[in-house]
């Protein structure tokens, strides 16, 4: 690989499809041993949802970690990020001093024999119309089917600029007024303020207009939202909103549903969103006391790495990121991913402008969203002119709207500054967060045949032993939420002899059950230092068959998890010595 691998073009703006689509195909045309492109699907527009897998012979089950990106389409940065994860993938095999800090040798060769699946855009057409004309798409830019026809606002780039801003509309009503020192920010109104007052409005135009009434702006209402169209806890529109006809009716969730219905060897799941700068995690329907301390336990390791790695806290979705207090959002893929298929699963907010503003964290995260007073706007304003280009706020214009009349159209474009990061820090954006999942990848439990015996019971007869183990830090069923799950089976045995025979051969196959792994996260009470303990041997399973006559037997150990691993172990005859193999 070149010196240039960890500078790829999507660290320094955000990829049109076909871009993504061209950076995805030349991966997998120049490392056909590391990379293979296919596609989930298509969407509405007919644009591909791929997904590409890293790893060499990607079709040998074994345990993998998931990125998702840009599931909401204005949410550009995470299809970045998603890239960055995998050219660092690519980096680990081919030229593993490029990875940034060091890694030691042992954790790269582990990390090897992961699989990463990255799906770097789930909602290539709503981020496509937001490259096109910018604007706010909460998933895809189409109706949810049955929607009312009720007046409401659409996106149109009134101007033909390629930017959707806003409009703003004199008012003795109304609920904003102009900042004196910052051109096109406003600010919400107080009691003693001056006029001119003006009322905002997305730049765009009113479907189902009655010439009269101008409705309230609301892009979540009649329109899909993929992170409520999930199966686990979902629950239909009006309770929640987005949520769809039925979990994956959107054709983009049902493509992630049913790749993950068909990859049960996934044990770590990262979807990616802007913007906060923060991760989130399980439970989403209830608080902590009601989470499996083991699984609590694993997430409090991993938001250690993630304060370290990638500068991010990490939050309770139902403690700190519900939007209103002890009310849970539904059909959430971080839940499913941990509840149904049993992963280390999360979601991150990229890009931490709330810490950039110098702004305080409330005591809930989420109530940064609704926090801003007109200080912090303005030192908002002033940050976006030092730090950003002056890319949010613009000069306003007059403009003859088609419905309105005479409006002024400029101000606001959230895109570049709000919604995602100024392309100048993409690459530190991009690095920490790769590093970060390259780092939980690294739990990955880890089948091997750790012992074979092979001891003489009579003449011609043998006991065969196999001790098989898991010397990864993960168990084999992933985190405790889903180990009762009927998929979620543990590891079987079974052996197959040539020349010689089973005693039993109704036993070849042995079920071993699950298999702990060797980590415990942080904060479990055997590792303080009053009364240490290890878990005894629980990481291993032994299985017994007796042999009768010379030849060979090969054992093969597998999971529907954690893939196959297989020996073959000679059965001396009458003058050889038997001992271990």
């Not at 490029?98 to 030691?104: A, S």
């Not at 049955?146 to 409009?167: I, K, Q, T, V």
Request: charged share 20%.
């Amino acid at each position: 690989m070149t010196q240039d691998t960890l500078n790829g073009p999507f660290r320094h703006r955000y990829l049109s499809h076909a871009a993504l689509t061209r950076q995805l195909e030349t991966w997998a045309r120049d490392h056909p041993q590391l990379a293979r492109l296919e596609s989930l699907g298509t969407s509405p527009e007919g644009r591909e949802l791929w997904v590409l897998t890293l790893g060499p012979e990607p079709d040998r089950q074994r345990p993998a970690v998931w990125v998702d990106g840009n599931m909401h389409g204005t949410e550009l940065a995470g299809s970045s990020v998603a890239l960055a994860v995998a050219e660092m993938v690519l980096a680990l095999h081919l030229d593993p001093e490029l990875l940034p800090g060091g890694w030691p040798e042992h954790q790269c060769r582990e990390l090897r024999e992961v699989l990463f699946y990255i799906c770097p855009r789930l909602s290539p057409d709503g981020a496509e119309q937001v490259l096109r004309q910018g604007g706010f798409v909460r998933s895809a830019p189409r109706r949810t089917a049955g929607s009312p026809d009720r007046p409401r606002w659409r996106a149109e780039n009134l101007e033909g600029d390629g930017r959707c801003r806003y409009l703003r509309r004199h008012d003795a009503a109304g609920d904003f007024v102009a900042s004196p020192d910052h051109p096109g920010l406003m600010l919400p109104r107080r009691v003693e303020d001056p006029p001119p007052y003006w009322r905002l409005y997305p730049e765009g135009v009113i479907e189902h207009w009655d010439g009269e009434t101008i409705p309230e702006p609301d892009w979540l209402a009649d329109t899909p939202d993929f992170n409520r169209n999930f199966p686990w806890g979902w629950w239909p529109e009006p309770e929640q909103v987005g949520a769809g006809h039925y979990p994956g009716d959107a054709p983009e969730t049902r493509a992630v549903i049913d790749f993950a219905l068909a990859h049960p060897n996934l044990y770590a799941w990262l979807n990616l969103h802007t913007f906060g700068g923060v991760f989130i995690r399980p439970l989403v329907d209830a608080p902590d006391s009601r989470m499996d301390p083991q699984d609590l336990a694993l997430y409090r390791q991993l938001a250690a790495w993630g304060q370290s790695l990638a500068g991010y806290p990490t939050v309770s979705s139902y403690e700190e990121f519900s939007y209103q207090p002890e009310t849970p959002l539904h059909g959430d893929l971080i839940e499913f991913a941990y509840h149904q298929r049993g992963c280390v699963a999360q979601v991150c907010e990229l890009w931490d402008l709330f810490q950039r503003l110098g702004l305080p964290r409330p005591e809930r995260f989420i109530d940064h969203y609704t926090a801003l007073d007109r200080e912090q706007l303005e030192r908002l304003a002033q940050w976006d002119r030092i730090s950003n280009g002056q890319r949010l706020f613009g000069a306003w214009r007059p403009l003859t709207h088609p419905q309105l009349g005479e409006v002024e159209i400029g101000g606001l474009d959230a895109n570049l500054g709000i919604w995602n990061p100024p392309p100048e820090i993409l690459p530190s954006i991009c690095d920490g967060l790769a590093v970060y999942w390259l780092q939980v990848a690294s739990m990955m439990p880890r089948l091997v045949i750790e012992a074979v015996h092979c001891t003489p019971l009579a003449e011609g007869v043998h006991a065969l032993d196999v001790t098989v183990a898991n010397h990864g830090y993960l168990p084999s069923y992933g985190v405790q939420a889903a180990r009762a799950r009927p998929w979620n089976s543990g590891v079987e045995a079974e052996a197959t002899t040539r020349g010689c025979r089973l005693h039993e051969p109704d036993r070849a196959r042995r079920v071993l059950g699950h298999l702990d792994g060797w980590g415990r996260g942080l904060g479990d009470a055997a590792q303080m230092p009053w009364f240490q303990r290890s878990q005894g041997n629980s990481h291993q399973a032994r299985v017994c068959w007796v042999i009768l006559g010379e030849g060979e037997v090969t054992v093969r150990v597998a999971s529907p998890r954690l893939g196959e691993v297989h020996r073959t172990i000679p059965i001396p005859g009458k003058s050889s010595t038997p001992g271990p193999n």
